[in-house]
């Protein structure tokens, strides 16, 4: 049997190691004392919380089918019905139905929302009658969008959603990478809002923010039950420093672990790291590649968590929370009303009621500079301007995820071409991980998928 290294126990890794059980003899070194990477359950006041991801994107099948196949099909559930919600203008307001990633596919039901000024409104509705000269290069959401919509539009309705998935800014992500559907649109010179209303009269595309499902006691359970599934050797606090390549073929890794240095000896690596992680690793092997990795930029953030007691507080909002603008100046991004969005949460903590604040997008690293104690208070003021007085925590936990959302900028599609045909040059050798075809976690997953298969096809 082929030996195969994954290096990272994310759930890129873990997917990775899942596709190759049975066909090959698997070890995943992981850096941190426990796999999961961005997914990690923790407990707060006696409460189980996510700390990092709170939901497996459901628009792709791949998370939820593999969450299924390791044993958590009873635990996938739907969060509460409720619309994407924008803190803007000094009011909570309510997405209307239909928008695609903030997209209005039907502008004139943003009237009398407040979103939107009359004129934008007009703006948008517009969109239907201008020339769509077909689209010939790559270019950001914001520039695409700003010409289509107007401005107004991308500011009050999009960057909300952008913020809330990749902690981006429309102006620097790549409409190619972040929005592909658009961008096949706009590829094809077609007016955007009636090819939208088309697709959703069809079935498809549902807004991301609501195609989501959750892990009754949290998405964290999810890589466990992959790690345990798969069949592969688990090393934790064990992060790779250097990779060699032998001679002979295959490659040998060299680690340090908590008991002192490792070295491993594989057939074939798979790298399922954050690009700057993987670029250190391949900086010997192809100068190409760990130029374009390190070029990839990453946005940090903060989740703020907040346990509070419903017999003590004075107010609890309704909803499953709410998005920001970055053109209010507020620096929370979004926030999350776990216990109305997640039944399984509210069931086993009725007494309390837990949300999460989220603060940092790309650019914004200023604000995270701030004490914990700073973003908590920051956080509590921002909601009691949001939705009201709630009165203080129970308890509460910065969790930071520094450089934990990679950028897709404009040109990214081409930059991740260049980096797969380099490492495509290093027999034995694939990447995988979020900062290639996707940040949310069914493409995670579909990535460590194709690249185990990479290496199964290599033999
Ligand atoms: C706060 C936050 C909220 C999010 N919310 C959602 C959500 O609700 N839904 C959704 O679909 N997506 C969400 N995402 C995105 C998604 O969670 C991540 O993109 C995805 O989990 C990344 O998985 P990964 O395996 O590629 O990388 P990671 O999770 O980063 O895993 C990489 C692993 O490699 C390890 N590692 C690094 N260097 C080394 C080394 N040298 N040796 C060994 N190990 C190493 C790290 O410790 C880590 O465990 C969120 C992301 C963040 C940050």
């Known amino acids: 049997m082929r030996s195969v290294i994954v290096v990272g126990g994310g759930i890129s890794g873990l997917a990775a190691a899942w596709q190759l059980r049975g066909r090959a003899d698997v070890t995943v070194l992981e850096g941190q004392a426990r796999v999961g990477g961005k997914l990690r359950t923790g407990t707060l006041a006696g409460v189980t919380v996510d700390e990092g991801a709170e939901s497996l994107m459901a628009l792709r099948p791949e998370a939820v089918e593999l969450a299924a196949a390791v044993g958590l099909g009873n635990a996938l559930c739907d969060p509460a019905r409720s619309p994407t919600t924008v803190w803007t203008h000094g009011a909570l307001r309510p997405l209307p139905a239909g928008h695609v990633m903030g997209i209005p596919t039907d502008p004139a039901a943003l009237t009398g929302t407040g979103l939107l000024s009359p004129e934008g409104v007009r703006r948008a509705e517009a969109e239907e009658t201008l020339p769509a000269a077909p689209l010939t290069a790559d270019c950001s959401v914001g520039a695409h969008l700003g010409a289509r919509l107007g401005r107004e539009a991308v500011d009050r309705l999009v960057e909300p959603l952008l913020g809330g998935v990749y902690a981006g800014r429309a102006d620097r992500l ?266 949310g976690v069914a493409a995670c997953v579909a990535t460590g998928r194709n690249a185990a298969k990479e290496i199964l096809a290599d033999d």
């Open 174 to 439: 790549s409409l190619r990478a972040a929005m592909p559907r658009v961008a096949a649109l706009a590829e094809q010179g077609t007016p955007l809002l009636p090819a939208l209303r088309r697709m959703r009269a069809a079935g498809a595309p549902r807004s991301a923010a609501v195609a989501v499902q959750g892990v009754a006691g949290g998405t964290g359970r999810f890589p466990q039950a992959v790690a345990r599934a798969c069949g592969a050797r688990i090393l934790t606090s064990t992060t790779a420093r250097s990779l060699h390549r032998l001679p002979g073929g295959g490659w040998r890794v060299h680690a340090m672990t908590s008991d002192g240095p490792l070295t491993m000896d594989a057939d074939a690596v798979i790298l399922a790291l954050p690009a700057f992680a993987a670029a250190e690793l391949l900086r010997p092997h192809s100068p190409l590649a760990e130029e374009e990795l390190a070029g990839i930029a990453h946005a940090s953030t903060a989740v703020v968590t907040m346990v509070f007691s419903r017999a003590r507080s004075h107010f609890l909002p309704e909803g499953n929370g709410f998005l920001v603008p970055p053109v209010d100046g507020r620096a929370l991004k979004a926030a999350s009303f776990l216990s109305n969005k997640w039944a399984w949460l509210h069931d086993s903590a009725p007494s309390v009621f837990v949300l999460r604040a989220s603060i940092g997008r790309i650019g914004e690293d200023e604000v995270l500079d701030r004490p914990d104690r700073h973003l908590v208070r920051t956080a509590i003021a921002e909601l009691h301007h949001a939705v009201g007085p709630m009165g203080e925590p129970l308890a509460a936990r910065v969790t930071r995820w520094d450089r934990g959302l990679p950028q897709y900028d404009v040109g990214h599609r081409e930059r991740v071409t260049r980096i797969r045909e380099a490492v495509g040059k290093l027999p034995g050798l694939a990447v995988c991980g979020a900062a290639y075809e996707g940040v």
